[in-house]
């Protein structure tokens, strides 16, 4: 097992080299001067000339790229252009939210999708395979932007079960120790604001679930169908085992290296911040943080916290390709 992990993490370094050269010259497409955009339209040539030179965005591109690379190996992301606030300060207030908010969306879309599949699977052609298909359809095409707006109607507006927006309400006090705040009011002992928070995160998450929910249900379903028609299974009928032990002990576990492939990359996009959802729910997390950096020309923020996305997302991948190992030993050969 060290031998395959080393093997997949010496794979990681020139998929991250090549993501920053993407990203890096990705971004310096974009038409705009940040020069201008920081300094207003109306600011003189003297002065924008000597805030490009202070960004060095007056230097070659090849030599901007190598400044930014030697900044990276010191695990320094510079400073954003829009606050002067370094970009890892501001990483470590917006991503936070972001995780705790993929977090409790991968649990639901994971327990209610793996569950929704493995019972349509076990029961073929039934009604309730039906229904939870078409359920699931319905989730993949299903704008996240209307169903936010329709469940925030209908659980905010008229019955006044949830709040609207944001992580916490005014009136809590938490002292955040990780900005995680359901696992800080939980080390906190501070019960009212785990209440506050959990009745805060719930509509986000169900909204931001609903699209990777609906392809694990699908995803679980095919796999446990292709598995359950294989010949141990029948013999493990025929040796006379219970139901439950043939669907769970001996199909689920053939099944799953598809569904894990699908979690692990559903996780990864959630973790790439939801835009859509934060912005609806005005959750102050890293998808809203790098939309508002795009939207000032701010190149450091972009460049900085796109690189996070993109290693996480490879560092997922290869969490998710030693779990193939663990539930299948002969992928390690």
């Not at 705009?32 to 339209?41: H, I």
């Not at 073929?124 to 707006?149: A, E, H, K, R, T």
Request: glycine share 6%; proline share 4%; net charge positive.
């Amino acid at each position: 097992m060290l031998h395959f992990l080393i093997k997949r993490l010496l794979q990681v370094i020139p998929t991250v080299l090549g993501i920053s050269v993407l990203v890096f010259f990705m971004i310096h497409l974009v038409p705009g001067d940040p020069a201008e955009m920081m300094l207003g339209e109306r600011a003189n040539e003297k002065a924008l000339t000597e805030l490009r030179q202070q960004l060095g965005l007056d230097k070659p591109l090849y030599v901007q790229y190598g400044l930014f690379m030697s900044r990276l190996a010191q695990g320094d992301l510079g400073r954003a252009l829009r606050t002067n606030e370094k970009i890892t300060t501001e990483i470590a207030t917006h991503f936070p939210a972001t995780l705790e908010l993929a977090l409790v969306a991968i649990v639901f879309a994971v327990t209610l999708g793996m569950l929704a599949g493995i019972v349509s699977a076990t029961r073929q052609y039934s009604l309730f395979d039906y229904g939870s298909m078409v359920l699931s359809l319905i989730g993949v095409s299903m704008p996240i932007f209307w169903l936010g707006l329709v469940l925030m109607i209908i659980f905010s507006v008229n019955l006044g079960w949830l709040p609207l927006s944001g992580r916490l309400s005014y009136d809590i006090t938490l002292e955040p120790v990780t900005n995680l705040y359901l696992i800080d009011s939980i080390i906190q002992g501070n019960w009212a604001a785990f209440k506050d928070a959990l009745h805060h995160i719930i509509m986000p998450a169900f909204t931001l679930s609903t699209i990777p929910m609906a392809i694990i249900a699908r995803m679980t379903r095919s796999s446990m169908l292709e598995v359950l028609r294989q010949d141990y299974i029948r013999t493990a009928k025929a040796k006379g085992l219970s139901p439950r032990a043939v669907h769970y002990k001996h199909a689920l576990r053939n099944a799953l290296i598809p569904i894990v492939t699908i979690i692990g990359l559903q996780f990864s996009i959630l973790l790439g911040g939801a835009i859509l959802t934060e912005t609806i729910f005005a959750w102050p997390g890293i998808g809203s943080w790098l939309l508002n950096a795009v939207y000032a020309r701010d190149f450091n923020a972009v460049q900085g916290g796109t690189m996070l996305i993109a290693t996480l997302f490879v560092l997922i991948n290869v969490l998710v390709d030693l779990l193939y190992a663990v539930i299948n030993p002969r992928i390690k050969v």
